[in-house]
């Protein structure tokens, strides 16, 4: 299945993209679309932490991503 | 009483919206651009948001605070865009019976945003523009 996934902050920059589509298994879970992602981008998996939010949340690695969830990557946040 | 926005926060406006019978206080935190990072000097600033889930992560935020402290009332605005050194990023207000809940509840407030509300900070030196990298999560 496709999982559309959007990107915040540097990984932006490093992607060059907003969001994409990543073709992956169905049931595949947080850490293994996180791996994939790391994968494709040695940037982002030189990165000692790479977030993952479904739907607005922070969610454990084992979740399983439905395929019209709204999945974000971005690194650690720096505001305030 | 989020606001996510680019313009400057109307600190007064806020503050009196804050209050509410019985309030004896109203603690204030206000978040500007410092000239210098890591032995840096900073010039500009840039502030990116993820504005859905910040909205959700600050509303849990301010939710925390009444229910761990007893604030009466929450308010804060984070801006985002273009900022000079000195301008104002972050207001947070605070209104409680009391002050010593309403300093913990803010010190709380700041402490939980730099740590799971999704905006980031690119700084500009003289070298060029940097992402900051954000404290990791616990």
Same mark, same amino acid.
């Given at each position: 299945m496709k999982i559309k996934v959007t990107y915040y902050g540097q990984f932006r920059d490093i992607t060059g993209l907003k969001e994409e589509e990543i073709? @992956? #298994?169905?049931? /595949?879970? &947080?850490?293994?679309?996180?791996?994939?992602?790391?994968?494709?981008?040695?940037?982002?998996? @030189? #990165?000692?932490? /790479?977030? &993952?939010?479904?739907?607005?949340?922070?969610?454990?690695?084992?979740?399983?991503?439905?395929k019209d969830d709204k999945v974000a990557f971005f690194p650690p946040v720096s505001g305030g | 009483m989020i606001f996510i926005q680019r313009e400057e926060a109307d600190r007064n406006a806020i503050t009196e919206m804050v209050q509410r019978s019985g309030s004896g206080c109203v603690v204030q935190f206000i978040g500007v651009v410092r000239d210098n990072s890591e032995g840096k000097e900073v010039s500009n600033m840039t502030v990116e948001v993820y504005e859905e889930m910040a909205r959700k992560q600050l509303e849990d935020i301010r939710a925390e605070?009444?229910?761990?402290?007893?604030?009466q009332e929450v308010a804060i605005v984070h801006r985002y865009g273009e900022f000079k050194v000195g301008d104002e990023l972050v207001f947070i207000a605070?209104?409680?019976?009391?002050?010593?809940?309403?300093?913990?509840?803010?010190?709380?407030?700041?402490?939980?945003?730099?740590?799971?509300?999704?905006?980031?900070?690119?700084?500009?030196?003289?070298?060029?523009?940097?992402?900051?990298?954000?404290e990791k999560r616990e």
């Open positions: 073709e @992956a #298994k169905d049931g /595949v879970t &947080v850490v293994e679309l996180r791996d994939q992602v790391r994968d494709k981008y040695a940037k982002i998996a @030189a #990165k000692e932490e /790479v977030l &993952v939010a479904i739907n607005n949340s922070f969610t454990s690695l084992e979740t399983v991503v439905k | 605070c009444k229910a761990k402290f007893g604030v605070i209104s409680a019976g009391h002050r010593k809940a309403a300093f913990k509840a803010c010190m709380y407030f700041i402490d939980e945003l730099k740590q799971r509300v999704p905006i980031w900070k690119k700084e500009v030196n003289p070298d060029g523009s940097y992402w900051v990298e954000g």
